[in-house]
Nanobody, 115 residues
Framework: QVRLVESGGGLVQAGGSLRLSCAAS????????MGWYRQAPGKQRELVAY???????NYADSVKGRFTISRDNAKNTVWLQMNSLKPEDTAVYYC?????????WGQGTQVTVSA
């Protein structure tokens, strides 16, 4: 069993910053990918950023230069530093762990950016 626990969401004004964290526990493989997705009301869930256990990263174009993903493999934890937030970043943010062939999702944390 794998459990993902997210924290760090909240309400912030446009231009502000938030830092999300996601801690994984349970049977975690050494090779995996951890990342963040988000889902705004009425929209499909979309990739925000992910980072492999080897350090490779990928970002959605909409967040490049503003968001930074990082992780600590020893702690099975991933963070998402979100700067220069915009109202369009408002969504529920979900942590995802992929370790072939399994994937796991966190419960989601709400991020609301006011204009």
């Amino acid at each position: 069993q794998v459990r993902l626990v997210e924290s760090g969401g909240g309400l912030v004004q446009a231009g502000g910053s938030l830092r999300l964290s996601c801690a994984a526990s349970g049977s975690i493989f050494s090779m995996n990918v951890m990342g963040w997705y988000r889902q705004a009301p009425g929209k499909q869930r979309e990739l925000v950023a992910y980072m492999s256990s080897l350090g490779g990263t990928n970002y959605a174009d909409s967040v490049k230069g503003r968001f930074t993903i990082s992780r600590d493999n020893a702690k099975n934890t991933v963070w998402l530093q979100m700067n220069s937030l915009k109202p369009e970043d408002t969504a529920v943010y979900y942590c995802r762990l992929f370790q072939n062939p399994y994937e796991y999702w966190g419960q989601g944390t709400q991020v609301t950016v006011s204009a």
